[in-house]
C-alpha cells in the first residue's frame, strides 16, 4: 500500500476473484491500491496410499492460502488527474463501480485503512510465527510423496527443510519445502 495519507481513498466493486487483476491496472497507471490480504488456513482431503493398509485412505491436508480479506472489493487512492485516468484508461463506472450511497463515490476514512493495514501485517505474522519449525519437532507431511507421514523436523537451509523419517527399514533425512509439512498436535 503506497502514501494512505496522501490522496482521498474510495472502494471500488469488481467481479470476486479479479481484485488482484484491477489493482494490477490501477498500479501500471500508478495509482495507489490497497488489497489487504492474510494467511487463511484451509483443509482439503487427500486420497493417500497407506502401505500398512495396503489401500488407499483419505486424508485431511491442511495448508495457508493468501485470501483477498473484502472480497470483490479495492480501496484506490484517487486525486482529480486520477479520477480522469481511472474513466478514460479503465472504463471504471462501466464494468467497475465505486461505493455508492446516492451522494457519489464514499470516501474511506484514512484511519480505516491505516487500522486495516495494522491488522493484517500483525496477523500474517503470527501465522508466519507458526510456521517455524524448531529442531525435534513432530511434523507430518501435507503433500508430495510422502503425503500423510509422519517424522521429525531436523534442519532448515535455504528455503528448504530437513525431515528425518523412518522408512525403508531405517531413518532417512528427506528434503523438501517448508510449505508442504505441519507441526504435528
Not at 36 to 50: C, E, G, H, I, S
Not at 112 to 136: C, P, T, W, Y
Not at 143 to 149: E, I, L, N, V, Y
Amino acid at each position: 500500500m503506497s502514501c494512505i495519507s496522501c490522496t482521498p481513498w474510495y472502494v471500488v466493486s469488481t467481479p470476486a476473484g479479479r481484485e488482484k487483476s484491477l489493482s494490477a491496472a490501477f498500479t501500471r497507471l500508478s495509482i495507489p491500491t490497497f488489497l489487504p490480504t492474510f494467511q487463511a488456513q484451509k483443509a482439503r482431503n487427500l486420497l493417500v496410499y497407506d502401505n500398512s493398509a495396503n489401500d488407499y485412505v483419505e486424508r485431511r491436508q491442511n495448508y495457508y492460502s493468501e485470501t483477498v480479506m473484502f472480497a470483490g472489493y479495492l480501496f484506490v487512492g484517487l486525486d482529480d488527474f486520477g479520477w480522469a485516468r481511472v474513466k478514460t484508461r479503465l472504463g471504471v463506472g462501466y464494468r467497475h463501480k465505486f461505493l455508492d450511497f446516492g451522494a457519489g463515490p464514499v470516501v474511506v476514512e484514512r484511519e480505516l485503512l491505516e487500522d486495516i493495514s495494522q491488522r493484517v501485517v500483525a496477523h500474517n505474522e503470527i501465522i508466519m510465527a507458526k510456521k517455524k519449525f524448531k529442531q525435534g519437532d513432530a511434523v507430518s507431511f501435507l503433500s508430495g510423496p510422502f503425503a500423510g507421514q509422519a517424522g521429525l523436523f531436523s534442519h532448515d537451509a535455504n528455503e528448504r527443510v530437513f525431515v528425518l523419517l523412518r522408512i525403508l527399514g531405517g531413518e532417512r533425512l528427506v528434503e523438501c519445502t517448508s510449505a508442504q509439512i505441519e507441526v504435528r498436535v
